[in-house]
């Protein structure tokens, strides 16, 4: 079965960029790979996912290596506000029956 | 649309009890996902469908676990002889998807059960 492995803390200061790294293995091939934000007392909101290779949106990037073994979400220029718990999603198996699964979550600590 | 909805936002339940949760997901998704999550812990996978089908249960859905999705719109969550173990918060997920694969997922606030 899958497993993903993350930090479980990091600490930065605001303005910094952030880089979270997920490492997993056995995934599914042909899924995407999946970062969710989670505040307390909250459900988890989508950050971005990708494939492979770089994603970059509004908010973050992503890159995925080739061998897809694990995934970095990078966040730029942190603010206060970003103080949450970082999760990666990650499929195993394929199709409509692929399982989920989460890490077990990065708890970023953003000081001023 | 105001996003996905749970009910009821906390449950206090006696062991052995039945409690049976609510998920309305966002009205055009035709996928639905339920999670249970542990203080500390990143949510657990316990159940997909798509539309009306239940296409995975994960292991963690043990025989006093069953949910259900009628006429693929709302989804219930229901436990049966609730066990300490079960305290939790069960999350509920939806997304539209046209084939296989994962799509950005649209979480509930969660259902928190403490079961005394």
């Known amino acids: 079965l899958a497993k993903t492995t993350q930090p479980i803390s990091m600490d930065s200061y605001e303005g910094q960029e952030v880089n979270i790294t997920c490492s997993h293995n056995?995934?599914?091939?042909?899924?995407?790979i999946t970062w969710y934000q989670q505040f307390p007392s909250q459900g988890p909101r989508f950050i971005i996912q990708?494939?492979?290779t770089k994603v970059t949106n509004e908010v973050a990037s992503l890159f995925i290596p080739a061998d897809r073994k694990s995934s970095t979400l990078s966040l730029p220029r942190v603010s206060l506000s970003d103080t949450a718990v970082y999760y990666c999603?990650?499929?195993?198996?394929?199709?409509?029956?692929?399982?989920?699964?989460f890490g077990q979550g990065t708890t970023l600590q953003v000081k001023p | 649309d105001t996003g996905v909805s749970q009910n009821p936002r906390h449950k206090i339940t006696k062991r052995g009890q039945n409690v049976t949760f609510r998920c309305d997901p966002i009205?055009?998704?035709?996928?639905l996902y339920w999670y249970r999550q542990t203080l500390g812990q990143g949510p657990e996978f316990l159940t997909y469908?798509?539309?009306?089908?239940?296409?995975?249960k994960s292991r963690l859905l043990s025989d006093r676990f069953s949910a259900e999705r009628p006429k693929g719109s709302f989804s219930t969550l229901e436990i049966q002889r609730t066990e300490q173990g079960d305290s939790a918060m069960y999350l509920c997920?939806?997304?539209?998807?046209?084939?296989?694969?994962?799509?950005?997922?649209?979480f509930g606030p969660g259902t928190r059960l403490t079961v005394t």
């Open positions: 999603l990650v499929v195993v198996g394929s199709g409509n029956t692929g399982k989920l699964i």
């Open positions: 997920a939806s997304s539209f998807g046209a084939s296989g694969g994962l799509y950005e997922q649209y």
């Open positions: 009205s055009e998704h035709n996928r």
């Open positions: 990708g494939y492979k």
């Open positions: 056995n995934i599914a091939t042909n899924d995407y």
């Open positions: 469908f798509q539309n009306e089908a239940q296409l995975e």
